[in-house]
């Protein structure tokens, strides 16, 4: 299952991968046209740990994990 939402400019790619009946891994992979070379996020498909999850809180969780890089790169919202 894999959902795209966009965050602050960029495009957070979100893949969950099935781990036992009802529960999956999230997975997430950050795209944009500012690419930090210190945040190995960036481009690279990153598991989230914690898991496995539902599959409403490994998208929340996923989403989340996404999010965080951008606002360390980006800084905070005014």
Known sequence: MQ???SYRGF???IELRPASKD???PWFRIDG???DPGAAAFGTLIKVRGGPYSRRWAY???EIAGQAPV???LGPEE
């Open 3 to 5: 959902r795209t939402l």
């Open 23 to 25: 529960m999956f891994e």
């Open 71 to 73: 606002d360390l790169i």
């Open 60 to 62: 929340l969780v996923a």
């Open 33 to 35: 046209s500012t690419q």
């Open 11 to 13: 495009e957070i790619y």
